[in-house]
Nanobody, 122 residues
Framework: QLQFVESGGSLVQSGGSLRLSCAASGFTLAGNAVGWFRRAPGKERERVACVTFTGSRNYADSVKGRFTISRDTARNTVYLQMNSLKPGDTAIYFC????????????????WGQGTQVTVSS
């Protein structure tokens, strides 16, 4: 099955850090952009970061300066380093891929994983 496997979510105190991992299963990351998304209770899914195969990155305004997306092609894995976490970051975090670029809505992305839960306590 072609999908991502997310891991690294946990309960953390406000101001803390986590690193999420997103491992590709059944395909390589070559030629793909990979995005991290999150869905908080009662809210719509939101894209928080994306990285292209060439390394271009973009971030949602809500996480700029706090989150960093990176990719390790050799490990076929994408990471999301999250620092200065806030209770508002509490959500299930998912990753997904899109051919070539980060443009488009979340419906343009595929190979969704099951997600990993991040809970930030105040």
């Amino acid at each position: 099955q072609l999908q991502f496997v997310e891991s690294g979510g946990s309960l953390v105190q406000s101001g803390g850090s986590l690193r999420l991992s997103c491992a590709a299963s059944g395909f390589t990351l070559a030629g793909n952009a990979v995005g991290w998304f999150r869905r908080a209770p009662g809210k719509e899914r939101e894209r928080v970061a994306c990285v292209t195969f060439t390394g271009s990155r973009n971030y949602a305004d809500s996480v700029k300066g706090r989150f960093t997306i990176s990719r390790d092609t050799a490990r076929n894995t994408v990471y999301l380093q999250m620092n200065s976490l806030k209770p508002g970051d509490t959500a299930i975090y998912f990753c997904a891929r899109r051919r070539s670029s980060c443009s488009g809505s979340s419906t343009d992305f595929g190979s969704w994983g099951q997600g990993t839960q991040v809970t930030v306590s105040s």
